[in-house]
T-cell receptor, first 110, second 118 residues
């Protein structure tokens, strides 16, 4: 998997947008960027993935830079329930495996 | 949709005994299931990948004779921790990749099983 770098922690005010950055400068042309999150003491949850175009779903938006070396996950209106560790993953290989790094602990403050 | 369950959600066992954890995909079929382990304040570590009807592939450093994995159907995989020791105490999480639909690396995770070995 391509190496990803994320800040260890971020705070966000409730109701505001949370912008979580991820650097993946060694990403290759056909590798996707995936985002998962893990709320404390629960299993991870798939959020979104993208290749080069911006993506949006009911949970979040994913903005990938034109050179694909970095991306930003946007939670448009963060709530307290969005407090979690967010993982940016660039997986590869035929075994469909995910390698979790240390992620970003997002704390949404009231 | 895409719900994965695990049973039990928590278990306490004595050292030397075995514990079986079940992972079920409730509303989809999964050819591939994954087992992870997570120690406190650490990230998830992949233990093994199992494909329905074949032997599991274990990650380096994971003892296949200690962590027995069976993936007998497209909706059920089990992890048995044999001769458990206190150092096996951890949070065990399974995930499943749908047979159809979803993208290559889209996995659905169970809620996890907290194992405590006394």
């Amino acid at each position: 998997d391509a190496k990803t770098t994320q800040p260890p922690s971020m705070d966000c005010a409730e109701g505001r947008a949370a912008n979580l950055p991820c650097n993946h400068s060694t990403i290759s042309g056909n590798e996707y960027v995936y985002w998962y999150r893990q709320i404390h003491s629960q299993g991870p949850q798939y959020i979104i993935h993208g290749l080069k175009n911006n993506e949006t779903n009911e949970m979040a938006s994913l903005i990938i830079t034109e050179d694909r070396k970095s991306s930003t996950l946007i939670l448009p209106h963060a709530t307290l329930r969005d407090t979690a560790v967010y993982y940016c993953i660039v997986p590869s290989g035929s075994a469909r495996q995910l390698t979790f790094g240390s992620g970003t602990q997002l704390t949404v403050l009231p | 949709g895409a719900v994965v369950s695990q049973h039990p959600s928590w278990v306490i066992c004595k050292s030397g005994t075995s514990v079986k954890i079940e992972c079920r995909s409730l509303d989809f079929q999964a050819t591939t299931m994954f087992w992870y382990r997570q120690f406190p304040k650490q990230s998830l570590m992949l233990m093994a990948t199992s494909n329905e009807g074949s032997k599991a592939t274990y990650e380096q450093g994971v003892e296949k004779d200690k962590f027995l994995i069976n993936h007998a159907s497209l909706t059920l995989s089990t992890l048995t921790v044999t001769s458990a020791h206190p150092e096996d105490s951890s949070f065990y999480i399974c995930s499943a990749s749908p047979v159809s639909g979803g993208s290559t690396y889209e996995q659905y995770f169970g809620p996890g099983t907290r194992l405590t070995v006394t």
